[in-house]
T-cell receptor, first 113, second 112 residues
Framework: DVKVTQSSRYLVKRTGEKVFLECVQDMDHENMFWYRQDPGLGLRLIYFSYDVKMKEKGDIPEGYSVSREKKERFSLILESASTNQTSMYLC????????????FGPGTRLTVT | GEDVEQSLFLSVREGDSSVINCTYTDSSSTYLYWYKQEPGAGLQLLTYIFSNMDMKQDQRLTVLLNKKDKHLSLRIADTQTGDSAIYFCAESTMAGNTPLVFGKGTRLSVIA
């Protein structure tokens, strides 16, 4: 079974703190993704990566950065957390075409106070 | 650009059938997916259908695809309280390394 794990299920941080969210997959996938999920807005793509050290902006990259130093690990960084970044963060990795299935981690619920 | 639309809420009685609908805009979609998200959890793949098929059945789940109208539906027979969740429709265009395009999700509530 593909496993995508995220470093924390729940996180509480203060405004202005630097926050690291870690994601690890064990299926040697090249493609990895970070989403945030908010009620009524569905999943919004923040960043994705298709190879080590490669990254692409998604729909809402502002206020975030990412790091992909190793194939299995994709980190999301909030340089200076703000209250509007309180959300559920979901990491995913993806099979190559043709099936293209995305596998999701359990999510990290981040609260910024 | 690509867009996937679904209604946000559906409420059904236990034992009835549920039908969750989705429309998509990209005619080059190759695979279409249904994901389920239970409260506090990530998304799990329920089923998928290749674009050259019009129906796929898997136990209580039936997926219907109308490629002409770009309409996808998920029918859950004999809906149970454990089916209460958010259901996401998603499409893949096989355009290189791009992510799947997800709808906003339909929250299914099952009334006992």
């Amino acid at each position: 079974d593909v496993k995508v794990t995220q470093s924390s299920r729940y996180l509480v941080k203060r405004t202005g703190e630097k926050v690291f969210l870690e994601c690890v997959q064990d299926m040697d996938h090249e493609n990895m993704f970070w989403y945030r999920q908010d009620p009524g807005l569905g999943l919004r793509l923040i960043y994705f990566s298709y190879d080590v050290k490669m990254k692409e902006k998604g729909d809402i990259p502002e206020g975030y950065s990412v790091s992909r130093e190793k194939k299995e690990r994709f980190s999301l960084i909030l340089e200076s957390a703000s209250t509007n970044q309180t959300s559920m963060y979901l990491c995913a990795s993806k099979d190559p075409p043709p099936v293209d299935e995305q596998y999701f981690g359990p999510g990290t619920r981040l609260t910024v106070t | 650009g690509e867009d996937v639309e679904q209604s946000l809420f559906l409420s059904v009685r236990e034992g009835d059938s549920s039908v969750i609908n989705c429309t998509y805009t990209d005619s080059s979609s190759t695979y279409l997916y249904w994901y389920k998200q239970e409260p506090g959890a990530g998304l799990q793949l329920l089923t998928y259908i290749f674009s050259n098929m019009d129906m796929k059945q898997d136990q209580r789940l039936t997926v219907l695809l109308n490629k002409k109208d770009k309409h996808l539906s998920l029918r859950i027979a004999d809906t149970q309280t454990g089916d209460s969740a958010i259901y996401f429709c998603a499409e893949s265009t096989m355009a290189g390394n791009t992510p799947l395009v997800f709808g906003k999700g339909t929250r299914l509530s099952v009334i006992a």
